[in-house]
Nanobody, 113 residues
Framework: VQLQASGGGLVQAGGSLRLSCAASGSTSGINAIGWYRQAPGKQRELVAAISGSNTPYADSVKGRFTISRDNAKKTVYLQMNSLKPEDTAVYYC?????????WGQGTLVTVSS
């Protein structure tokens, strides 16, 4: 599986962005998809995921971010609303197809105050 993330950019606080992660190759056997982020000097953290019927979100983004998928397009999205400066990070998409995890290349989101 190869993943191509897009949609990052510079936005003012309170604004919105939608990230996309398009998969190519076989997607059979994938049991989870998700978005992670890594801010400067911090560890990579889970933002949101879809795993079966579960859609966990980081507490810091609940009510503001929404993860969704379009199976026909092999694409997962992250709609980010009410963005805050602390959301500034490189965002990575992930798919899990045991026993392997596959990462996208990352897309930078910068939120100015």
């Amino acid at each position: 599986v190869q993943l191509q993330a897009s949609g990052g950019g510079l936005v003012q606080a309170g604004g919105s962005l939608r990230l996309s992660c398009a998969a190519s190759g076989s997607t059979s056997g994938i049991n989870a998809i998700g978005w992670y982020r890594q801010a400067p000097g911090k560890q990579r953290e889970l933002v949101a995921a879809i795993s079966g019927s579960n859609t966990p979100y980081a507490d810091s983004v609940k009510g503001r971010f929404t993860i969704s998928r379009d199976n026909a397009k092999k694409t997962v999205y992250l709609q980010m609303n009410s963005l805050k400066p602390e959301d500034t990070a490189v965002y990575y998409c992930l798919v899990s197809r045991p026993p392997y995890d596959y990462w996208g290349q990352g897309t930078l989101v910068t939120v100015s105050s």
